[in-house]
């Protein structure tokens, strides 16, 4: 994403979502996405909005174990960013980013890391 004319640090607010995550902090994740913004679930659900957000997030954050939203890599791709953690179960997973010209999360779809422990 470098060079894309973007006022805003892609993974820097990456960073913010994971450390909103990792402290269970509903109120600090939310404004992070903007208004009709989707979240593609590594089960295959698609959640939309802030009436979407709320339905997925807080059991999500409430039902965390301990190695949940541990940081292993983040990548800027052409067009998105791209963060390896675990899971709020702790799974290995990898979601990639994409942001309005605002800073805000549009997009996320998250996949599983089939092998990876």
């Known amino acids: 994403m ?3 004319g973007t006022d805003f640090d892609p993974i820097g607010i990456v960073i913010d979502w994971l450390d ?3 402290e269970r902090r509903l109120e600090d994740l939310l404004p992070l996405y903007a208004d009709q913004a989707t979240l593609d679930c590594c089960s295959g659900e698609r959640f939309v909005g802030r009436p979407g957000l709320l339905c997925y997030w ?3 954050l409430r039902g965390a174990i301990e190695p949940a939203f541990e940081l292993n890599e983040i990548h800027p791709e052409q067009e998105c960013v791209r963060l390896f953690y675990r899971d709020y179960d ?3 997973v ?3 980013f994409w942001f ?3 800073g805000r999360i549009t997009r996320t ?3 599983p890391l089939l092998g990876a422990g």
């Open 2 to 4: 470098s060079g894309s």
């Open 20 to 22: 909103a995550c990792r």
């Open 58 to 60: 807080p059991a999500k």
């Open 90 to 92: 702790g799974s290995a």
């Open 94 to 96: 990898s979601t990639k």
């Open 100 to 102: 309005d010209a605002g």
């Open 109 to 111: 779809i998250c996949i």
